[in-house]
């Protein structure tokens, strides 16, 4: 259903501290400096009178809805909310004659907010096309999926996109300290020892609206809040973990370890250490997908297909789901056969490339595409391999310095071992005199 903010209803109900932050300008939002500069899209809105439609497409706790209580406070116009999750399109449209009618009697506009609109279906968000034509309401729609997935194209065309991006462990630790000492916040009234205000900003995981919830429930045990009260208040024990220390290093090191020892377990157990201590997951994506070339390899060629896809997953909808796509493929790389044949490969051939043997391009693979390169003989001699019987052609391929040098020598471990059988014949066939 429709919730209209204004100070009043604000003062007649306790509001939770998440929602007392809640910056009143522009200046007070702490992050997205990308979306809050001069003559950033965001500012022309604020500053001008125009309507306008936005998107807001982030992880959760970054600010969308702030953002968008904002505008409307600072615009002097009417904050009507509906969530996507329980509106329909009987709510959709009385939202937006109310809007009409505000306008047409008092000339005041109305920022109509719809959060989490990824869930309105074609026809609840169809109903929003005729006032955004229109410009009966500023239209900001919320969303933590793509919205060119989930938002009909008719709307999304007619809306600017701006991407929120997760807080810094700085921007949340701002937030926190401004909660602590602010009058809306607690005043003062507690103290936050260095310890606890570190463990929240892990658990946070760049979630503001997290952290500020955490920090309540903290506050409302003890008055001096440490990592004792805080684990107490979240029922969540701080894991011992530096991100810029020794602990970092040892636990990736140890994950990495345990599943190019198949130890799917171990690897988990690692995995959940990171997440738990508010590791970046892209940081955890990226090794896993480092790992399935460099440990996986021709083993299993599909270990880095679900490596890449889990770090696009996690990119797309962040944590907590991303842990699942996360687990997914650390399984998928612990149970992989192994094969660090092709590391070994390329750091053979880099070897040598930093030793001087480079050596000439044959003449018949030089380009012969511009205009003289016939005169030099470029490309004389060339075998186009289609044209052979199984597409191979007994021809030189490699500069006459590395002639002989053999780079890749695949293993016989799962998926690699016909590769190796295949290659073998190849490469006899290749280096067979004529």
């Avoid at 809040?225 to 029922?235: N, S």
């Avoid at 470029?378 to 030189?396: A, I, N, W």
Wanted: proline share 6%.
């Amino acid at each position: 259903m429709d919730s209209l903010f204004d100070s009043a209803a604000e003062e007649a109900t306790p509001q939770p501290l998440a929602v007392r932050m809640r910056p009143r300008t522009l200046d007070e939002v702490i992050g997205q400096r990308h979306l809050l500069g001069p003559g950033t899209p965001l500012r022309r809105l604020v500053e001008s009178e125009a309507p306008m439609s936005l998107f807001l497409w982030g992880p959760p706790g970054t600010g969308k809805t702030t953002l968008a209580y904002v505008v409307s406070n600072v615009t002097k116009r009417r904050f009507v909310e509906i969530s996507a999750v329980s509106a329909g399109v009987k709510d959709v449209r009385a939202a937006i004659d109310n809007a009409r009618r505000e306008l047409g009697m008092t000339g005041r506009q109305t920022v109509l907010f719809v959060d989490e609109v990824h869930r309105f279906n074609k026809a609840q968000q169809d109903a929003l096309l005729p006032a955004v034509e229109n410009r009966w309401v500023t239209f900001i729609g919320a969303t933590t999926e793509n919205p060119f997935f989930s938002v009909i194209s008719p709307l999304l065309s007619r809306s600017l996109l701006l991407t929120l991006e997760s807080l810094s462990d700085d921007d949340v630790r701002a937030v926190l300290q401004r909660a602590v000492s602010d009058p809306r916040g607690l005043a003062g009234r507690a103290t936050l020892a260095p310890e606890a205000l570190e463990h929240l900003v892990r658990l946070a995981g760049g979630d503001a609206r997290r952290s500020l919830t955490y920090l309540e429930a903290a506050a409302l045990l003890a008055d001096d809040i440490t990592v004792e009260v805080v684990e107490k208040a979240v029922d969540k024990a701080a894991v011992r973990y530096d991100r810029q220390g020794d602990q970092h290093y040892d636990v990736i090191s140890a994950f990495i370890k345990s599943m190019r020892g198949s130890d799917a377990d171990a690897a988990l157990h690692y995995l959940a250490r990171m997440i738990e201590a508010g590791e970046d997951p892209r940081f955890i994506a990226r090794r896993i997908v480092i790992f399935a070339s460099e440990d996986v390899g021709m083993a299993d060629p599909t270990c880095l297909q679900t490596a890449v896809a889990a770090a696009q997953a996690v990119q797309l909808i962040g944590l907590p789901e991303g842990q699942i796509n996360l687990a997914h493929a650390v399984i998928h790389c612990a149970m992989a056969p192994k094969s660090n044949a092709v590391v070994k490969a390329i750091g053979a051939a880099i070897g040598d490339v930093r030793k001087g043997l480079i050596g000439q391009v044959p003449g018949h693979l030089r380009d012969a595409h511009y205009p003289g390169a016939a005169k030099l003989g470029h490309g004389d001699g060339y075998k186009y391999p289609h044209d052979f019987e199984h597409g191979l052609v007994r021809q030189e391929y490699a500069p006459e310095q590395v002639r002989e040098r053999r780079y890749y020598e695949p293993t016989r471990h799962g998926a690699e071992a016909p590769v190796a059988e295949r290659w073998a014949k190849i490469r006899d066939f290749l280096r067979k005199p004529s």
